[in-house]
Structure formats: structure tokens, C-alpha cells
């Protein structure tokens, strides 16, 4: 079992940053793909960004590439997002999301999910 808390949400203007976090507990973390998902109001939940347990391999959705930055530290049960530039349209909802696969490519189908943190960009 894994639980996931993400913080680090807010308002910003475009053009701005924001660092999301999210501190699981649970003793699967480091052997577990994680991800972030968005979801922006009246629209379905996207997929935003995943990293495989290393740490070594990440993937992006075309929409943040270059912008977003994924990373984990495994000794202290945190996955972050690091997001520059940011634009009106990336307002939403953010979810934290974990895997039991090693794999990044598991996480696309999340097995856990956080309650989620807001991000606003203001234009």
C-alpha cells in the first residue's frame, strides 16, 4: 500500500514557476514508477509526466515537454515536478500517482493516487 500527499500548488502568472511535491509513505516507494496527472476544469485527467524507480528514465506529455521537470528522491520518499513557463492552460488539478511497476510506462495506469493540489496561471 502507498499513500501519496502532493503540496506545492498555487497561484502564479504566466511565465512563472511552480515545484510540486509529493511524499509517499509505504514501503514499495522505491521500487514503484511514479507519475503526475492534471486535470483542468471540464475536461478529463491528463497524463503530465512519469519516471520509472531509478530515476533514470522519464517521459513526458508533448504539452509540458521542455517545460516540466520530473525527478525522485528514493531516500527520502518524495517525487517532485518542477514546472517552468507555465501558461494559462496549465491550470488545473495535479495528481501525484504511483505504480507498482518499475517501469515507466506502468504508470500511465496508476495503481494509487493522491487527493490532488491546485495550480492556477493567471494571464
Known amino acids: 500500500q502507498v499513500s501519496l500527499a502532493e503540496s506545492g500548488g498555487g497561484l502564479v502568472q504566466a511565465g512563472g514557476s511552480l515545484r510540486l511535491s509529493c511524499a509517499a509513505s509505504g514501503r514499495t516507494f522505491g521500487s514503484s514508477s511514479m507519475g503526475w496527472f492534471r486535470q483542468a476544469p471540464g475536461k478529463e485527467r491528463e497524463f503530465v509526466a512519469g519516471?520509472?524507480?531509478?530515476?533514470?528514465?522519464?517521459y513526458y506529455a508533448d504539452s509540458v515537454k521542455g517545460r516540466f521537470t520530473i525527478s525522485r528522491d528514493n531516500a527520502k520518499n518524495t517525487v517532485y515536478l518542477q514546472m517552468n513557463s507555465l501558461q494559462p492552460e496549465d491550470t488545473g488539478i495535479y495528481y501525484c500517482?504511483?505504480?507498482?511497476?518499475?517501469?515507466?510506462?506502468?504508470?500511465?495506469?496508476?495503481?494509487?493516487w493522491g487527493r490532488g493540489t491546485q495550480v492556477t496561471v493567471s494571464s
Open positions: 519516471i520509472n524507480w531509478s530515476g533514470v528514465t522519464t
Open positions: 500517482a504511483a505504480a507498482r511497476s518499475r517501469q515507466v510506462a506502468g504508470v500511465v495506469s496508476p495503481d494509487y
